[in-house]
């Protein structure tokens, strides 16, 4: 595994790969980053993970500071998956020309996690851009889990970039049922208890939900008794009609985002 942190290094090295996969990360490296990863080297000649906390898409400073970050960790993990580069960019090349003000994004980034984080993908979808720009990979690979992330970047890069393939994996979850997520570092195990009934309540009442035979309202009701005390929202939207050409099956998901103390978690099932 070479570990590269100067772009023109990493593009003198890549630039003639013709099967090039690419997973982003921003590091806390946990098994929903591995299976991205290993599908990643099974489909691709060469696999390239970067890990880069992306300061611009954090809302709040102190979320910034206090995102969990173990370098020497997530480098031993990498390692024993025998990745051909991991990138550590440097701040001043990746951000060294252009703002992301001529970053067009569909307007779904309004919806749902985009009310209450406002330019938040635009900093994500801008960072990927970058990210395109010097890695030019044939296929990225994202989780499910941030789905509206997923429909977003694919949406982009689809008119963007269109021999770029975007693959989305499959959300990868605790026993508990608890989607993986960096964040979870951060939690104590009383809170992921917490997370782990939230996960069954919207499992056990998605088709009540979706044939409107119980109410938001009552549903709300259920987790602020679980122990939630703020809920941003929990929404059921048919992800096959959010962004056109829409595709004839109805494919619906329960979002949800809510927190634990100060963390903000999000789901989708």
């Given at each position: 595994m070479k570990i590269i942190s100067d772009k023109n290094k990493l593009t003198k090295i890549i630039q003639n790969?013709?099967?090039?996969?690419?997973?982003?990360?921003?590091?806390?490296?946990?098994k929903g980053h591995i299976s991205l990863i290993k599908r990643c080297i099974d489909e691709c000649k060469k696999t390239v993970v970067s890990i880069y906390i992306n300061k611009p898409q954090f809302?709040?400073?102190?979320?910034?500071?206090?995102?969990?970050?173990?370098?020497?960790?997530?480098?031993s993990k990498l390692k024993k998956l025998k990745i051909d580069i991991l990138y550590l960019p440097i701040t001043k090349q990746i951000y060294?020309?252009?703002?992301?003000?001529?970053?067009?994004?569909?307007?779904?980034?309004k919806k749902l996690c985009g009310k209450n984080r406002p330019g938040h993908f635009k900093a994500v979808i801008d960072i990927i851009n970058r990210f395109i720009k010097i890695i030019n990979p044939k296929k990225i690979y994202l989780g499910k889990k941030d789905m509206?992330?997923?429909?977003?970047?694919?949406?982009?890069?689809k008119k963007n970039y269109p021999k770029i393939k975007i693959i989305g994996c499959k959300t990868i979850r605790e026993k508990n049922g608890v989607p993986l997520?960096?964040?979870?570092?951060?939690?104590?195990?009383?809170?992921?208890?917490?997370?782990?009934?939230i996960y069954n309540i919207?499992?056990?009442?998605?088709?009540?939900?979706?044939?409107?035979?119980?109410?938001?309202?009552?549903?709300?009701?259920?987790?602020?008794?679980?122990?939630i005390k703020k809920i941003d929202y929990i929404k059921v939207l048919d992800i096959n009609k959010i962004i056109k050409p829409y595709k004839k099956e109805n494919y619906y998901k329960i979002f949800i985002a809510y927190y634990l103390k100060s963390i903000r978690l999000i789901d989708n099932l």
């Open positions: 790969e013709t099967n090039l996969g690419f997973v982003p990360t921003m590091g806390a490296i946990h809302n709040k400073k102190s979320d910034f500071n206090k995102y969990p970050r173990n370098l020497k960790n997530d480098i060294s020309n252009t703002t992301s003000k001529k970053i067009k994004i569909n307007s779904f980034e509206q992330q997923l429909i977003l970047i694919k949406d982009f890069v997520s960096s964040r979870n570092f951060l939690l104590s195990l009383d809170e992921k208890k917490i997370a782990s009934k919207l499992k056990n009442k998605k088709n009540m939900l979706i044939k409107n035979k119980i109410s938001f309202g009552e549903i709300k009701k259920i987790i602020i008794r679980v122990g």
